[in-house]
Each structure stands twice: as structure tokens, then as C-alpha cells.
């Protein structure tokens, strides 16, 4: 007796960034990037590994493929908009929805009485 099983390979869920957007200017921040995958069967998406590539105003970072983010913050990031897409085997899911670091800077109050 043989038993045949069908693998369906299917794309990535598309990915929801995790993390602390308020951080402040010199600390770190780091996103996480979170899919899931819609092979088939059930247990075969289970074993199968997801790989995730970082974006930064649409274009990939050079990280790896690594599920989390971590940069120093600098009031320049303000600007950029940061998204992930996570890889399956084969087929790769839709880049997420973007999301944007708020630096917040201290306001130091100097007094001069002269």
C-alpha cells in the first residue's frame, strides 16, 4: 500500500510589524516582523521556516533574514518608512503595511541669569 501526500506551496501571509514606535533619540528600537504560512498540509506549514527581509523607503536592507529590527534611533529616522516581506521556500508574501519611527527628543531648558 502507498500512500501519496500533495503539498500545496502557497505564499506568506503578509506580515504585521511588532514593536515600539515612540523611542527615544540615542536608545535602540527593534520591529519584529510576524507572518504565517498557508501551505498545505496544516503540518507541513508548521515545519516550514520563514525567512523575513527588512525595507527602508521601499528599497531591502542589508540584514540578513532576520525576523527583528533593531537600529539606533537618530532624528533622521523620522523620515524613513520601514516594511518586511517574509519568504517561504519559493514564494515570498506581500510587503507589509509601512510604519515610521517617532524619535522623541529630550528639551533640556537652560536658565541664564545674568
Partial sequence: MSFWVVLLI????????????NVSVGSYFELTCLSKSTSA?????????????????GTKM???????L????????????????AMGKKLESEP???VKINP???????????
Fill in 10 to 21: 502557497g505564499h506568506p501571509k503578509k506580515p504585521n510589524i511588532r514593536g515600539n514606535l
Fill in 41 to 57: 498540509p496544516d503540518y507541513y506549514a508548521r515545519l516550514e521556516k520563514l525567512s523575513y527581509t527588512w525595507l527602508v523607503n
Fill in 62 to 68: 542589508d540584514n540578513g533574514n532576520n525576523q527583528n
Fill in 70 to 85: 533593531s537600529l539606533c534611533v537618530t532624528k533622521d529616522l523620522r523620515y524613513n518608512q520601514y516594511s518586511c516581506i
Fill in 96 to 98: 507589509s503595511d509601512t
Fill in 104 to 114: 522623541l527628543c529630550k528639551i533640556v531648558f537652560v536658565f541664564n541669569d545674568k
